[in-house]
């Protein structure tokens, strides 16, 4: 089984890379700009044995998408499971979030599942196997103040992937969203304190959710014990929806 992993180098990406790895999957990620980071995790992952690759690719061009897909396809053969975690926040409220601010966040996270949903598509179908997983967010389902853009393109998602779950399960190919809350990772971490703090608050669980604990939900989601989930929104978020 190969798995194909974007944004692996950090955060969530990473934990999945790492479970998957320890799952039995070969296992092909990338990176945008942390290669220091990715060839670490590269390293670490093959400790579980399988075989595992790391491609420097911005989802937000097509073309690098492809180079990246095709790669993976040489070096480790036919992509089983897709999961997309790379993503990134330009938070500002509506009337200071500048063109630039909109098309940065929607290029890479909405644009750039595209791109590799698109890759993956063809070649699932054709061999009639294959699940994908989009990492989408809380903030897609309920929106968030000086989270427009990343709303939007977390709204997106969900959308694009029932749409994909309806198209392609009849051709054995699964789709389903994860919607984290608040995660502990860098881009929570980039957060304002005071924002964070009141965001915490609204959470019953008292605490933040571990990237392992949304590694262990996209296993899960990738393995046939949910051969019958599909078009799903899988929300994680210790209760909270902020
Ligand atoms: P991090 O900021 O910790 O990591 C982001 C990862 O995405 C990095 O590996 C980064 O690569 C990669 N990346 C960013 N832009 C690109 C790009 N253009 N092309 C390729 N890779 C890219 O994020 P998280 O792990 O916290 O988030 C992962 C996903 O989960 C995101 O889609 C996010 O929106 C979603 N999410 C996160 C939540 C949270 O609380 N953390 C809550 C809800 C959803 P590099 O290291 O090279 O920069």
Redesign the pocket.
């Known amino acids: 089984m190969t798995a194909l992993v974007?944004?692996?180098?950090?955060?969530?990406?990473?934990a999945v890379v790492l479970r998957l790895a320890q799952d039995g999957h070969d296992v092909s990620f990338?990176?945008?700009?942390?290669q220091d980071?990715?060839e670490e995790l590269a390293k670490e992952a093959a400790e579980a044995g399988t075989r595992v690759l790391a491609v420097r690719?911005?989802?937000?061009d097509p073309a690098d998408v492809r180079e990246w897909y095709t790669r993976t396809e040489a070096e480790l053969g036919p992509v089983d499971a897709v999961v997309?975690?790379?993503?990134?926040?330009r938070d500002r409220p509506l009337v200071l979030m500048g063109q630039d601010d909109w098309d940065g966040v929607l290029r890479?996270?909405l644009d750039?599942v595209y791109h590799v949903c698109r890759s993956a598509a063809f070649s699932m179908s054709k061999r009639r196997t294959g699940v994908i997983v989009n990492?989408?967010?809380?903030?897609g389902i309920h929106g968030n103040t000086g989270q427009a853009n990343?709303a939007a393109s977390?709204a997106g998602i969900i959308g694009f992937t029932k749409s994909l779950a309806r198209e392609l399960g009849p051709r054995g190919v699964r789709a389903n969203v994860v919607?984290?809350?608040?995660?502990?990772?860098?881009?929570?971490g980039g957060m304002p304190q005071a924002a964070r703090e009141r965001q915490l608050k609204s959470v019953p669980l008292g605490r933040l959710?571990r990237?392992q604990e949304v590694a262990d939900l996209v296993s899960f989601l990738v393995s046939d014990r949910a051969a019958y989930i599909t078009g799903s929104v899988v929300e994680i978020h210790g209760g909270g929806v902020f």
């Open positions: 974007s944004g692996g180098s950090r955060g969530i990406g990473r990338c990176y945008r700009s942390r980071a990715a690719c911005d989802v937000a997309t975690s790379a993503g990134i926040t890479t996270n750039g990492l989408s967010s809380v903030a990343y977390k919607a984290p809350g608040l995660i502990e990772t860098d881009m929570v959710g990237a």
